[in-house]
Every structure is written in C-alpha cells, then in structure tokens.
C-alpha cells in the first residue's frame, strides 16, 4: 500500500496566527514530498518541493517566508502558513513520492480546509 | 497555452455506460501519464500510470497514450455511480506533476 496521512484535516484560525499543517507517509519512505494548493473546482497548483535533509524548492510566486516547510524525516513533512489572512483560506494536499528519481508514483493526502477569520 | 488541456466537464452518463475522458497536451518531453481521481473535499487518488506510449488495463480502466498526438486517455467500463468524481490527468516533467484542469463525471443510477 501507500498511505499518506495529514493533520488535521480541517482548522480554523483567526488573522495574524499561524498554522502548521503535518504530512505524513505512513507505510513508505518518501526522499521527495509535494505541498499543493487547490481552489473550489480548480486543479492542483504545486506551492513547494520538500526534499528531506534540504531546503524546499518553492514555486515561482509563493513566497516562501510565509510558507514555511520543513521536512525532518523521510516519512513527516510540515507546512507552516505564518501570519494566516482570509486569502489563504484554501484547501491544502500534500503528496509523498514513493518512486525514486521521477515524481510518478505520488500519493496524496487527504488534504486539509483551512478557514481563517 | 496550457502545457495540459483537459476538458471540465461536466460529464453525465448512465449507470453501465462507457466512459471516456481525454487530455492533450504540448511538451513533447512527457514520459509519464498518470490519471488520479477525486472525491469531493478529498485529496487525489492514483488510479494508475503509464510510460511512454501504448496501452494498460487495470480492471475496469484502461489508460491510452498516443504520443505521437500528445493525446491521452481513460476508459472507465460499466460505470457505477461511486465512480462518479472528478478525474485529473497529470504529466511528469523534471520531477514535478502537471495536472489537467480535472473533468467532473456523473454517473447516474
């Protein structure tokens, strides 16, 4: 199997706090993991790669100060939104690539709703 | 232009019917063609994926790539209504995911 888990599933926060979101591979190593961002009825927009023992690689317009990640093991990466406003409000899936050296075999979480306030 | 066009949809077909869902796309140097599905609020699921150009079957799907068209395809047979979601081709391209804009399916009972 490939199970990928995330937590939570939805939350709530007001303007100004931070959220961290996990991502967790739970029967796979992953080296590589993804964070999306997808809007009511769009398709997935990548935010970052999160590559294990490394700096993420952010995607040309996500500002990466704001959106902190982190990626400590090879079976647990965090999404940080820091300073969360209403416009982040979003839902946010996260993959593990099970493959090594292409992004084919990715497995994704079930994502998590953040509402902020 | 997208480097992935895919159709939105939505599609409506009887319960049994015959499914077919398309993607084209631009980047010639696309080796891998996955399909995912999604269920409302919920994160995608890999149905399956292929290499390079031909065919692969896997129980009531059948995924097609025709490189030589930059076309791909997904047959659903016997369609059921919990097949009904949203279905999103992708393409690998350096390590990263390109994925269609996603065509919503109904299945009706």
């Known amino acids: 199997g490939a199970v990928v888990s995330q937590h939570p599933s939805w939350v709530i926060c007001k303007s100004g706090t931070s959220v961290k979101i996990e991502c967790r591979s739970l029967?796979?190593?992953?080296?590589?993991m993804f964070w999306y961002r997808q809007f009511p009825k769009q398709s997935l927009m990548l935010m970052a790669t999160?590559?294990?023992?490394?700096?993420?690689?952010?995607e040309q317009g996500v500002e990466k100060d704001k959106f902190l990640i982190n990626h400590a093991s090879l079976t647990l990466s965090t999404l940080t939104v820091t300073s969360a406003h209403p416009e982040d409000s979003s839902f946010y899936i996260c993959s593990a690539n099970k493959g090594q050296g292409s992004s084919y075999e990715q497995y994704f979480g079930p994502g998590t709703r953040l509402t902020v306030t | 232009q997208k480097e992935v066009e895919q159709d939105p949809g939505p599609l409506s077909v009887p319960e049994g019917a015959i499914v077919s869902l398309n993607c084209t796309y631009s980047?010639?140097?696309?080796?891998?063609f996955m399909w995912y599905r999604q269920y409302s609020r919920k994160g995608p699921e890999l149905l399956m994926y292929?290499?390079?150009?031909g065919n692969k079957e896997d129980g009531r799907f059948t995924a097609q790539v025709d490189k030589s068209s930059k076309y791909i395809s997904l047959f659903i047979r016997d369609s059921q209504p919990s097949d009904s979601a949203t279905y999103l081709c992708a393409m690998d391209s350096s390590y990263k995911l390109i994925f269609g804009s996603g065509t919503r399916l109904l299945v009706r009972p």
């Open positions: 999160s590559n294990e023992g490394s700096k993420a690689t952010y």
């Open positions: 029967d796979f190593q992953a080296t590589t």
């Open positions: 980047n010639s140097a696309f080796q891998y």
């Open positions: 292929t290499y390079s150009s």
